[in-house]
């Protein structure tokens, strides 16, 4: 069996990747042919730590006049949901999981505690983190890079809905350059939005590799885990 490149890493997942075509609410298909990958990399004996967005359900910076801390909080619930449906489909293929979350709500799930979260990873469960940072005005890309420093993650993962990094949005612009590789002062730097400023200066100041690539094709997260050279690497 072919060994991977890294033996623990933070994947992150936006809301909207789990909604498929629809481009809201969850699509279980979607979810499925995701989770069918992380089962993958679990297989072979990588410790997953899974940080979920809530896009697909409310974005908080779309909220118009409500209060901005109240609409973060919302985010948050909206992130919840999305970790209890990843968490099941997971389960439903033979994973140990446990989701945990930064605001308690002991009901649906364990509150984040780091040490937990380690001793779940040696145990061979995934993590499915929910709740963002447990703040309002931070980002789940921040909460990602949090965690994945924390726990000192091989590499963080994101997943988007384009294959990479480039000067200037590709869905938008024909001319638009691919980075294969960044520093991640670059991001900050340069102004580009793969990553919130939070979050980018996390990855700068806690040295954590960033790998960008597609989720188009869920079985991307399997190839980057084990060395595949996709994406952009943004690396010190």
Known sequence: MTAAKYKRVILKLSGEALSGEHKAGIDLATVTGICKSIKKCHDVGVEIGIVVGGGNFWRGRSSENMDRARADHIGMLATTMNALAVGDVLENMGCEVRVQTAIAMQQLAEPYVRQKALSHFKKGRIVIFGCGT??????????????????????????????????????????AVKFETLKPKDILVNGLRVLDGTAAAMCVENNTPLLVFNLHRPDNIYDAIMGKKIGTIVIN
């Open 134 to 175: 447990g703040s309002p005005f931070f980002s789940t890309d921040s909460a990602a890079a949090l965690r994945a420093a924390e726990l000192d993650a091989d590499i963080l993962l994101k997943a988007t809905m384009v294959d990479g990094i480039y000067d200037k949005d590709p869905l938008k612009f024909d001319d």
